[in-house]
């Protein structure tokens, strides 16, 4: 007799799952209308959830921590109460009044840190905060915060478990749940959201978003167009030509990452590529060029393995350490290389 809880467990997912699919999504073929905890999407939207940091860098220094409302601080001896995030602009305009003092801000201690993950710590002193900015500035290249594109909470997220054979939902609230709900997914499980979700830009402009790829798209514009992702400008020759890199992620509708785990790419200035594995070198050539304000990035291997990187990739985002490249063709297609 044939187990019909588990089957009806499965049924049910895959209602769950594919009625919350757009049309739109169908005809993309994209290959995200599920999600797990390696997808691209998991990463990026744990990324807009995670704690934002970045409005009192003026403060602490970082854009990995933030104080916890409310403290004071000091600024060219003027006591300043940091009790809401609208006194952060207190704090500016007394460093921007004058050209002729020291704009140091020395905090009253103790404060608790809250960093990204929200994680959050007690700080008693200026030398453990020291200590603390210190660790941080030790990682200038850690992906982090998306910021730019709020969630209009509740969401609802479709889950299920491969082990157990069960099919669930649950309800999101705030972006910490989120956080942590995608930081705890395991390889066993396999989740979808239910469409529509609004967001709000950077502007406060409202969007719809009825599927995966929309819900990429918009995270792809806050990084590009919000000036608090955009606080250091990198030239992409120079950091793609600088060192050597391993392919971390590589997926053209199944993820084929293994198939180069052992490669060491190295992009040369004369646009030659080196990829090398057990001391054999095969040779390719690349070219990156900006149309209509878009990175566009093309690699070329003529046979083997390497050969299956030969897309028109463009370039999602990158750092020092980071270069990430899609293709949303027929099926949406990832590349990433990590700084060996």
């Known amino acids: ?45 744990q990324r807009v959830a995670m704690v934002t940091t970045v409005q009192d860098n003026m403060i602490d220094g970082s854009s990995y921590c933030t104080i916890k409302l409310p403290y004071t601080v000091t600024v060219n001896n003027q006591q300043i109460a940091v009790n809401t995030t609208a006194d952060y602009q207190k704090v500016l305009d007394n460093i921007n009044a004058s050209n002729y003092d020291d704009d140091i801000v ?13 994680i959050e710590k007690v700080i008693p002193d200026q030398a453990d905060f020291d200590s603390l900015i210190d ?23 479709n889950i299920y478990n491969s082990i157990n054979q069960i099919a669930s939902s649950q309800s999101i609230v705030s972006d910490q749940a989120f956080f942590n709900f995608i930081k705890n997914l395991n390889e066993s499980q396999y989740i979808s959201l239910q469409y529509p979700i609004t967001i709000a830009d950077y502007n406060g402009q409202t969007k719809s978003i009825s599927n995966n790829l929309e819900f990429e798209n918009a995270i792809k514009y806050a990084i590009d167009y919000c000036p608090e992702n955009n606080l250091v400008t990198l030239d992409f020759a120079a950091t793609i030509t600088n060192g050597a890199w391993d392919l971390s992620y590589f997926c053209d509708g199944t993820v084929k990452t293994s ?27 690349w070219e990156s060029s900006v149309q209509n304000g878009v990175r ?45």
């Open 1 to 45: 007799m044939f187990p019909l809880k588990k089957y009806s467990s499965i049924a049910i997912f895959l209602f769950l799952l594919f009625s919350c699919q757009s049309e739109i999504d169908e005809e993309n073929n994209n290959s995200q209308g599920t999600i797990t905890t390696v997808s691209p999407l998991a990463t990026y939207l």
């Open 106 to 118: 020395r905090i009253d201690f103790p404060v608790t840190m809250v960093y990204y993950n929200y």
């Open 135 to 157: 660790y941080w500035n030790l990682y200038p290249d850690l992906l982090s915060k998306i910021n730019g594109l709020n969630i209009n909470y509740p969401i609802t997220i």
């Open 259 to 285: 198939n180069y785990s052992h490669y060491t790419f190295i992009f040369k200035t004369d646009k030659a590529v080196v990829a090398t594995k057990a001391g054999v070198s095969e040779y390719g050539q």
């Open 296 to 340: 566009e990035f093309k690699i070329s291997f003529s046979t083997g393995a390497l050969s299956k990187l030969n897309f028109n990739w463009k370039l999602f985002e990158f750092n020092n350490s980071q270069i990430r490249f899609r293709d949303t063709g027929t099926t949406t297609n990832y590349l990433y290389f990590q700084k060996k």
